[in-house]
C-alpha cells in the first residue's frame, strides 16, 4: 500500500514525474497498467528513496513516519537489505 501511494504521489508530483519516467524508460501510459506490478512498485520507492528530501516530502504528504517507504521497499521483491559484511 506505501508503494501505492507513493506512485501516487509521484503521478501528482509534476517536477519528480518528468525524472521518474526518464530515468525508469517508462511511458506515462503505463503507469495505471504497471500499478499492480510488484517490480514496478519497487522502482517507485527506489526512485524516492535515492533523495532525501523526497523522502520527507513524500512521507510528509502521506503522513507516514520517515522510515516507512524503506520499510515498504525492503518487503517488496528484490528488498532485502543488503549485508556487505
Same mark, same amino acid.
Given at each position: 500500500?506505501?508503494?501505492? !501511494?507513493?506512485?501516487? $504521489?509521484? #503521478?501528482?508530483?509534476?517536477? &519528480?514525474?518528468? #525524472? =521518474? *519516467? ?7 501510459? +503505463?503507469? !495505471?497498467? !504497471?500499478?499492480?506490478?510488484?517490480? =514496478? *512498485?519497487?522502482? #517507485? *520507492?527506489? =526512485? ?5 528530501? $523526497?523522502? #520527507?516530502? =513524500?512521507?510528509?504528504?502521506?503522513? &507516514?513516519?520517515?522510515? +516507512?517507504?524503506?520499510?515498504? !521497499? ?6 532485502? +537489505?543488503?549485508? $556487505?559484511?
Amino acid at each position: 500500500m506505501i508503494a501505492l !501511494r507513493a506512485l501516487g $504521489w509521484l #503521478v501528482g508530483n509534476d517536477d &519528480l514525474l518528468p #525524472v =521518474f *519516467l526518464g530515468a525508469s524508460g517508462t511511458a506515462p501510459d +503505463e503507469l !495505471r497498467n !504497471r500499478a499492480s506490478d510488484p517490480d =514496478f *512498485l519497487s522502482s #517507485v *520507492l527506489d =526512485f524516492i528513496l535515492m533523495d532525501d528530501a $523526497w523522502v #520527507v516530502a =513524500f512521507c510528509d504528504a502521506a503522513g &507516514l513516519a520517515y522510515t +516507512e517507504p524503506m520499510a515498504a !521497499r525492503q518487503a517488496l521483491p528484490g528488498g532485502a +537489505e543488503t549485508h $556487505w559484511t
